[in-house]
C-alpha cells in the first residue's frame, strides 16, 4: 500500500517535468514543420509553374519556327530565309532549357524527351548549317517543306511535354486551394496538443499548490494555536516567569505571577535587579542553565526567597530566556522556625553542659575570691590581691563567652545569605559540642586544612547547625552502639577540592542502617527515640545546603558513618560588595 | 596528729586546683596538685599518701570515679583518709556513697565548707580510731 502510494506520488512528481518536455518539444516541432512546410510549398509551386513555362516557351518557338518555315514555302525570298534562320536559332536555344534547366528536370515526363529532343537538334544545327547557302528559289521551298513534314514528331512532344506541365499545375494549384481551405491543420493540431500539455501542467501545478498552501496554513494555525497556548499557560501557572531577550537582558513580558510579585510592567527597575541577580545565580548545567535560588529586596522592603530556573525558550519566533521563579518565603520561613525549634531543642539538651561550663569559671571566681578574703583579711601583699583580681576578671570574660556563644546559637537566623569564614564557622560549631563530647568521653578529631579566609555564601548560623547537628547525630550513634574496647572518636576534617570546600564529618559507630540509609534526608526519618530527635535534622540540613548551592552526602565506611558536605567556595567579594 | 594533714587535688581546670591548693595551704595545709588522673595515680603509686585526696568528676580522658576506685584498691597504707569528689555536672547520682567517696561537691563551692567539712570528717574519723 505504501510503495503504491509511493510509486504515485513519485509519478505526480515526473507528470509535470514530463508534460512540459513534451510541450517544448512539440512546440519547437510544430516551428521547424512549419518553416519546412512553406520552404517546400514556396519551392514547389515555383519549380512547377517554371517547368511549365520552360515547355510553353519550346512550344511558342516552335509553333513561330513553324510559321516562318509556312512563309519560306509560299514566298521563298532572302528575308523569309533570315527570318527562318532567326527562329530556328531561338527555337534551338529553347530545346536544351526543357531538360537541362533545374525547372524540366523536375518532371519526370519532360526529363523523359531528352533523347528524343537531342536527335532534332542535331537536325536543326545541321541545317542551320547549310541554310546561309540555300538560294532564295522555289527548290529550297520544296527542301524546307519537306523539312516540315521532318519536324512534325518534335511538335508532337513539345505538345504532350506543356500538355503535362499543364495538368500538373492544375493538381498543385487544386492542392494549393485545399491547403488554402484547411489552412495547416497539423501545425493547428501540434498547437492545440502543446495548449492541452500546457494547461495540465498548470492544473497539476496549481494543485500541488494548493494542497501545499493548505499544509502551510495549516502549520502556522497549529503553531499560532501552540503559542497561544503556551502564553495562556504562562499566564496561568501562579509563579513568576518572565521572557528575557538574551541580546541586552531586558524583560520583553511578565505573566500575572510576575505582575504580582514584581511589577506589571517590564520596565519597572525592580525586573533589571532581579534579573541580574538571577543570571548572577544561576549555574550552567552542561549548555542548559540550571537551577537557581536566591533572595531578593522587593521595593516595599521584603526580603523574598525564590527559587527557580533560566532555560532557553523560542518566544514570538525569537530564540528568547525563560525566567520561572517560585516565591519560597513562606517555605523558607517554616524551614526557619523548625530550624530554629531544632536549634532551641539542641540547646534545651545541651543545658547540662552549658550548666558545667558555666560551673568551671564561677568555682575558680569563687576559689579566688576565698583566697583575696584570706589576703586582705591578713593584710597581704596589693599586688597579690591585684593578680587575684585579674584572674577573677579572666574568668568572667571565659563565663562572658560561653554565654556569648550560646546567645549566637538561640538567635533567629535571618535567612539572608552573607559570605563567611568556612573555617571559623566550623570552629564555632565544633566549639559548641566540645564540652559536651568531653562529658560523654568522644574524643574529637579536628583537622581543618582550609585557610582562615576561605569564604563561602549562605546563613552563618544555619550551616553552623548543620555541623552541630551532624556533631549531635554522630554523639547519639555511640550512644546507641559503642565499640567494645575502644574510645569512642568522632573526626571533623575540612579540605579544599577545586572550586569547592569539603567538609567531613566521621564517626566510628558502626554506621547507618541499610534501611535507613535510602531514606537518610528524607524528613520525619529517624533512628532515634521520640524523645531524642525530630527526624528533621538531617532533612533541614540538606535544605541549608542546597541553599548554598552545596551538596550533602552521607555513606557507611569501615567503621561507621561518614557525611561529607560540598560547598563552592565565594570568590573574591567585588568592590561594590566590598563597599 | 603531729604531723600537717597533706591534700592531694585532682582537677583538669589548672586555675581551680592551683587556687585551692594556695587556700588549703593557707590554711596549714600541704597541697599537692595533679591535672589529670594518671598524675594523681602516679603520685600515690609513688609512696606519697595525702591525708586527703580531692578529685573533679569529669576529667579529660580519665574519670574521677576511675581514679577513686584505683586509689581504693591501692594497699591500705597508700590509700588516703578522705576521699572528696567536685562536680560541675548535675549528676544522676547525687550521693556520696554513689562514688565511694566521703564528701561531694557540686562546683562553684565555698574553699571553707570544703575545709570544714574535711576537718569534722578527719576528726570523726580520728575519734572513731582512737574509740575503736
Keep these: ?579 | 596528729m603531729s604531723d600537717a594533714p597533706s591534700i592531694l587535688i585532682c582537677d583538669d581546670e589548672a586555675d581551680l586546683a592551683a587556687e585551692l591548693g594556695e587556700y588549703m595551704s593557707a590554711n596549714g595545709w600541704i597541697a599537692m596538685v595533679a591535672t589529670s588522673a594518671p598524675d594523681a595515680l602516679a603520685v600515690l603509686e609513688g609512696g606519697v599518701t595525702p591525708t586527703c585526696l580531692l578529685t573533679d568528676l569529669r576529667i579529660a580522658e580519665y574519670d574521677g570515679a576511675e581514679l577513686v576506685t584505683a586509689a581504693r584498691s591501692l594497699p591500705p597504707a597508700l590509700q588516703p583518709q578522705i576521699f572528696v569528689m567536685m562536680t560541675g555536672h548535675v549528676v544522676d547520682a547525687s550521693e556520696a556513697a554513689d562514688f565511694g567517696v566521703d564528701l561531694l561537691y557540686l562546683k562553684p563551692i565555698d574553699p571553707d565548707a570544703i575545709l570544714g567539712d574535711i576537718c569534722a570528717a578527719l576528726s570523726r574519723r580520728n575519734a572513731g580510731k582512737v574509740e575503736g
Excluded at chain 1, 501540434?190 to 496554513?217: E, K, W
Excluded at chain 1, 576578671?393 to 568556612?422: C, E, H, M, N, W
Excluded at chain 1, 579544599?496 to 547507618?512: P, R
Design chain 1, 1 to 579: 500500500m505504501t510503495s503504491w502510494l509511493n510509486s504515485a506520488r513519485d509519478t505526480l512528481r515526473v507528470l509535470p517535468v514530463a508534460l512540459i518536455a513534451t510541450t517544448i518539444c512539440l512546440f519547437a516541432a510544430t516551428a521547424l514543420l512549419y518553416v519546412t512546410e512553406s520552404q517546400r510549398r514556396a519551392l514547389l509551386s515555383a519549380t512547377i509553374r517554371s517547368s511549365g513555362w520552360v515547355a510553353y516557351q519550346a512550344q511558342l518557338e516552335y509553333v513561330k519556327s513553324r510559321a516562318a518555315m509556312d512563309s519560306v514555302v509560299m514566298v521563298p525570298s532572302q528575308n523569309a530565309l533570315d527570318f527562318l534562320g532567326l527562329r530556328l536559332e531561338l527555337l534551338r536555344s529553347r530545346l536544351p532549357l526543357l531538360y537541362s534547366s533545374e525547372e524540366g528536370r523536375f518532371l519526370d515526363e519532360i526529363a523523359g524527351v531528352k533523347s528524343g529532343v537531342q536527335a532534332f537538334e542535331g537536325e536543326i544545327d545541321a541545317f542551320l548549317d547549310r541554310l546561309p547557302l540555300l538560294p532564295a528559289d522555289r527548290a529550297t521551298a520544296d527542301e524546307v517543306l519537306s523539312w516540315i513534314d521532318a519536324l512534325e514528331p518534335l511538335g508532337r512532344t513539345l505538345q504532350t511535354a506543356l500538355l503535362t506541365s499543364v495538368a500538373y499545375n492544375d493538381e498543385i494549384f487544386r492542392r494549393e486551394r485545399e491547403l488554402a481551405a484547411t489552412p495547416a491543420i497539423v501545425p493547428l493540431m501540434l498547437l492545440f496538443v502543446s495548449g492541452t500539455c500546457l494547461a495540465l501542467v498548470l492544473l497539476v501545478q496549481a494543485r500541488r499548490d494548493r494542497v501545499r498552501l493548505a499544509a502551510v496554513q495549516t502549520a502556522r494555525a497549529a503553531v499560532a494555536a501552540m503559542e497561544e497556548n503556551l502564553r495562556g499557560v504562562i499566564e496561568a501557572v501562579p509563579a513568576c516567569m518572565a521572557v528575557i531577550d538574551p541580546s541586552d537582558r531586558r524583560v520583553r513580558f511578565v505573566n500575572s505571577g510576575g505582575g504580582a510579585m514584581i511589577d506589571a510592567s517590564p520596565d519597572h527597575p525592580d525586573w533589571a535587579r532581579l534579573t541580574d541577580a538571577a543570571f548572577a545565580a544561576a549555574r550552567l548545567e552542561g549548555a542548559q542553565w540550571g537551577t537557581l535560588a536566591l533572595t531578593f529586596d522587593t521595593a516595599e522592603g521584603a526580603i523574598i526567597s525564590l527559587r527557580g530556573s533560566l532555560c532557553n525558550v523560542i518566544w514570538e519566533g525569537r530564540p528568547q530566556i525563560l525566567m520561572v521563579l517560585a516565591d519560597t518565603t513562606r517555605v523558607r520561613d517554616a524551614d526557619l522556625q523548625l530550624l530554629q525549634a531544632a536549634k532551641l531543642a539542641t540547646l534545651g539538651e545541651m543545658a547540662t553542659a552549658i550548666a558545667h561550663e558555666l560551673n568551671q569559671p564561677l568555682a575558680v571566681i569563687r576559689m579566688a575570691v576565698a583566697n583575696a578574703h584570706r589576703m586582705l583579711a591578713s593584710d597581704g601583699e596589693r599586688s597579690l590581691i591585684a593578680a587575684k583580681l585579674d584572674r577573677v576578671a579572666s574568668q568572667v570574660d571565659r563565663a562572658k563567652r560561653i554565654i556569648d556563644q550560646v546567645r549566637r546559637y538561640g538567635r533567629l537566623p535571618t535567612g539572608r545569605p552573607t559570605r563567611f569564614s568556612l573555617r571559623h564557622a566550623v570552629e564555632l560549631a565544633v566549639g559548641f559540642v566540645a564540652e559536651q563530647y568531653r562529658a560523654f568521653g568522644i574524643r574529637l578529631s579536628i583537622q581543618l586544612d582550609i585557610p582562615a579566609d576561605l569564604m563561602v555564601t549562605g546563613e552563618q548560623t544555619m550551616f553552623e547547625q548543620v555541623i552541630v547537628n551532624l556533631l549531635i547525630n554522630a554523639r547519639d550513634a555511640f550512644e546507641a552502639r559503642t565499640t567494645p574496647g575502644r574510645a569512642p572518636c568522632v573526626f571533623v576534617r575540612a579540605r579544599v577540592a577545586g572550586d569547592n570546600a569539603v567538609i567531613e564529618v566521621e564517626d566510628d559507630a558502626g554506621g547507618i542502617d541499610n534501611e535507613m540509609m535510602s531514606r537518610l534526608f528524607e524528613p520525619f526519618s529517624t533512628s532515634k527515640p521520640v524523645e531524642k530527635g525530630t527526624g528533621l535534622g538531617l532533612s533541614l540540613a540538606r535544605s541549608v545546603v542546597r541553599d548554598m548551592n552545596g551538596q550533602i552526602t552521607g555513606e557507611n565506611i569501615a567503621e561507621g558513618a561518614r557525611f561529607t558536605v560540598v560547598l563552592p567556595i565565594a570568590s573574591a567579594p567585588s568592590a561594590q560588595e566590598a563597599a
